[in-house]
């Protein structure tokens, strides 16, 4: 039997279904949480922690879904991962809390680890990032702008500007406004 293959979609679903397991547990019986953690003295606390977790999952997941900011999603996955670890590494450490957050410290270091040494792109589940953000770059020509002298947008394939993320396109003309006072509306790039 092959070992699975290391993908950023495999670490971002073993990411969103450790921490959806870890933050819906105390939300839904903090009296069994407490049996396997310990006493907590803030449950307020725990239930902050906890929607925290969530929202940091939707995150990932929508970054997951989207395709277009892998950067972004690489470094909220390694970045909450490596604070919860570290957390779960230094309280116990320290004696403030269970040592059964030694074993969450091990689940998080691994995540971060692996949120780092995963491959670029996305694996077939999500499409391929770099590949797919060419196509819509350059009219499927590749990433050097059908030049094959590497002349054209930059080869990564990602927006450079905030309105090529919204799909934007700009007029090279100054702006001037109407006479109504109004703002003239962006032009999207399935409008051009």
Same mark, same amino acid.
């Given at each position: 039997?092959?070992?699975?293959?290391?993908?950023?979609?495999?670490?971002?679903?073993?990411?969103?279904?450790?921490?959806?397991?870890?933050? *819906?547990? @105390? %939300? +839904?019986?903090?009296? #069994?949480?407490?049996?396997?953690?310990?006493?907590?003295? $803030?449950?307020? &606390?725990?239930?902050?922690?906890?929607?925290?977790?969530?929202?940091?999952?939707?995150?990932?997941?929508?970054?997951?879904?989207?395709?277009?900011?892998?950067?972004?999603?690489?470094?909220?996955?390694?970045?909450?991962?490596?604070?919860?670890?570290?957390?779960?590494? *230094?309280? @116990? %450490? +320290?004696?403030?809390? #269970?040592?059964?957050?030694?074993?969450?410290?091990?689940? $998080?270091?691994? &995540?971060?680890?692996?949120?780092?040494?995963?491959?670029?792109?996305?694996?077939?589940?999500?499409?391929?990032?770099?590949?797919?953000?060419?196509?819509?770059?350059?009219?499927?020509?590749?990433?050097?702008?059908?030049?094959?002298?590497?002349?054209?947008?930059?080869?990564?394939?990602?927006?450079?500007?905030?309105?090529?993320?919204?799909?934007?396109?700009?007029?090279?003309?100054?702006?001037?406004?109407?006479?109504?006072?109004?703002?003239?509306?962006?032009?999207?790039?399935?409008?051009?």
């Amino acid at each position: 039997m092959r070992a699975p293959r290391l993908t950023l979609a495999s670490v971002e679903r073993a990411h969103i279904a450790y921490w959806i397991f870890g933050a *819906v547990w @105390p %939300l +839904v019986s903090m009296r #069994s949480f407490e049996r396997v953690t310990g006493n907590k003295r $803030d449950e307020w &606390l725990v239930r902050t922690v906890s929607l925290l977790m969530l929202s940091v999952v939707a995150t990932l997941a929508a970054l997951g879904r989207s395709r277009r900011d892998e950067a972004a999603l690489r470094l909220l996955g390694a970045t909450s991962a490596g604070a919860l670890g570290s957390v779960a590494l *230094v309280g @116990p %450490l +320290v004696g403030r809390i #269970s040592p059964v957050y030694l074993m969450d410290a091990a689940v $998080d270091t691994a &995540l971060t680890a692996l949120w780092a040494l995963a491959p670029g792109t996305r694996s077939a589940a999500h499409g391929d990032m770099e590949r797919d953000s060419e196509r819509q770059d350059t009219g499927g020509q590749g990433g050097d702008g059908g030049d094959g002298a590497g002349g054209g947008r930059p080869q990564r394939g990602f927006p450079s500007t905030i309105g090529e993320v919204r799909g934007e396109t700009h007029d090279p003309e100054p702006f001037m406004p109407e006479e109504s006072g109004s703002f003239p509306e962006p032009t999207r790039r399935e409008d051009r």
